[in-house]
């Protein structure tokens, strides 16, 4: 069954201006992790918060995770035409046999118009 | 170097059909994956190999089987293929860690379409 759930949908911003997606799931997780997949393209590997991190930072990247409301956000700074893609958020759970799967969410598509 | 490369990249075949997706990692990783991905980006995973052995079976018609000859290759063939199965499966490798899975590393993706 599908974990996690991205919001919005869709997102679109001016180059330069900063993104926030935010990330839903639904049962207790060992790490969450965010990917970006380009058009026609695989996933790539963004970042990895544990548990029990809190917050996370990779050069314009920040992820937050509120593991109390079971969440998580991406916050893209000063984005980049470069920036388009959809991005997603994936959920490696605690529970026994699940630990090496991750469970992606629906994604967001963000579009940054130059 | 790519790191994790599947084959084809484009597949059109007929309904009824029979094919196969390859895929291969010189990562030296232990764990590989198929996912499927859906004309509205729902990624799904349909199976998992750690060293050769199956650990994830979704529930996955059993049209489609996974087969692994080795650590560093895991190919699915698909039998009578089906309208439905037109998306785009996406091969992934990772190291196994002791506590939740880590860094998935993923092919460019093979998009099947079956008419």
């Known amino acids: 069954s599908q974990q996690g759930e991205e919001d919005p949908q869709a997102l679109s911003i001016q180059e330069g201006e900063n993104a926030t997606m935010n990330c839903s799931y639904k049962?207790?997780?060992?790490?969450l992790q965010w990917y970006r997949q380009n058009s026609g393209r695989g996933l790539v590997h963004l970042i990895l918060?544990?548990?029990?991190?809190r917050e996370k930072h990779s050069g314009r990247l920040r992820v937050t995770l509120d593991t109390s409301k079971k969440s998580s956000s991406l916050l893209i700074t000063a984005s980049r035409a470069a920036d388009t893609a959809s991005y997603f958020c994936?959920?490696?759970?605690?529970?026994?046999?699940?630990?090496?799967?991750?469970?992606f969410g629906s994604g967001t598509q963000l579009t940054v118009l130059p | 170097d790519t790191a994790v490369s599947q084959t084809p990249k484009y597949l059109v075949t007929q309904m009824g059909n029979d094919k196969s997706i390859k895929c291969e990692q010189n990562?030296?990783?232990?764990?590989m994956y198929w996912y499927k991905q859906d004309s509205k980006k729902f990624l799904k995973i349909m199976f998992s190999?750690?060293?050769?052995?199956?650990?994830i079976n979704e529930t996955v018609p059993n049209r489609f089987s996974p087969k692994s000859p080795d650590k560093a290759h895991l190919n699915l063939h698909i039998n009578s293929l089906e309208l439905g199965d037109s998306a785009v499966y996406f091969c992934?490798?990772?190291?196994?860690?002791?506590?939740?899975?880590?860094?998935?590393?993923f092919g460019e993706g093979s998009r099947l379409t079956v008419l």
């Open positions: 992934a490798s990772s190291q196994g860690s002791s506590g939740g899975a880590g860094e998935l590393f």
């Open positions: 049962t207790s997780i060992n790490n």
């Open positions: 918060i544990r548990s029990n991190e």
């Open positions: 994936a959920t490696a759970g605690r529970a026994s046999g699940s630990a090496r799967q991750l469970t």
């Open positions: 990562l030296g990783h232990d764990t």
């Open positions: 190999y750690n060293n050769k052995e199956l650990i």
